[in-house]
């Protein structure tokens, strides 16, 4: 690609996936692929996956989800911004689900838990309407806030 | 995508489960199955070679977590074998390294099977 035009157009992958499982390995790799533009190293690439796996997964074994997963992923210069967006009303209370047992509500906790361990940063937006808003960001290492 | 369970008798009473490929929402099912099919047949001492497993998330460690679950329920125990640096850390920051035992070889795992 010419230079000039790779420089103006900014790494931004967007996805729309099926809630379904089969499809959850996909959006893992559009995500790794993205974050591949950046200088994160492999185990940082590798929580990055982990991550949006994790958030998928969340989305689908919830009750309240939509049909679709919207992946938004960007490579910015300090740091990788996942966007995941679906109809479903959930946040990332996936455990108090009514639909789940008990074993199943302390793995859904558990892939939160990873999230936030793994991610620099999360934060969530449940709108009624609209559904939810998942935004994660992996920065790259050294680089400030 | 998929995972590959390879299901073989040891020495001792014990089974290994040797899986391979990427352990995630959609394949956890069939590894919860061959799982379940040998406590449900009595066995349970089960060493689960994780070496050739490139990947796993929540629903994978929860496979795990309920397998073990359900043989300490009859005296049994599970150990692991796993070298990958990745999901040794996935146990490491889960407190699953509390858990299970676990072992960068076979011999090993087996060996310290309860």
């Not at chain 1, 996909?26 to 533009?37: H, M, S």
Request: glycine share 8%; hydrophobic share 45%.
């Amino acid at each position: 690609m010419n230079e000039a035009v790779e420089r103006a157009t900014p790494d931004l992958v967007e996805l729309r996936i099926p809630a379904r499982p089969e499809w959850v390995a996909l959006a893992r790799l559009a995500a790794a692929t993205v974050a591949n533009r950046l200088r994160l190293s492999i185990e940082e690439i590798e929580d990055v996956k982990l991550a949006v796996a994790e958030a998928c997964t969340a989305v689908i074994q919830n009750d309240g989800r939509g049909e679709f997963i919207q992946l938004t992923c960007e490579a910015l210069g300090d740091s990788l911004r996942v966007r995941l967006h679906d109809s479903g009303h959930h946040g990332l209370h996936a455990t108090e689900s009514p639909s789940m047992n008990f074993e199943e509500a302390r793995i859904a906790g558990l892939g939160i838990f990873l999230i936030r361990t793994l991610m620099d940063e999360v934060s969530y937006d449940v709108h009624p309407q609209l559904g939810t808003d998942l935004l994660m960001v992996k920065r790259v290492a050294g680089r400030p806030k | 995508m998929d995972i590959k369970v390879n299901v073989r008798e040891a020495p001792g009473d014990c089974y290994v489960v040797e899986l391979s490929g990427e352990i995630d929402v959609y394949t956890s099912p069939k590894v919860k199955d061959a799982i379940g099919t040998l406590i449900d047949r009595g066995v349970y001492h089960l060493v689960i070679n994780l070496e050739k497993v490139r990947y796993i998330d929540s629903t994978g460690l929860g496979v795990l977590i309920g397998g073990l679950k359900r043989v300490r329920e009859h005296g049994g125990s599970v150990n692991l074998v796993c070298t990958n640096p990745q999901i040794k850390k996935i146990f490491d920051i889960t407190g699953l390294v509390k858990i299970f035992g676990i072992f960068d070889s076979e011999d090993a795992a087996m060996k310290a099977l309860v």
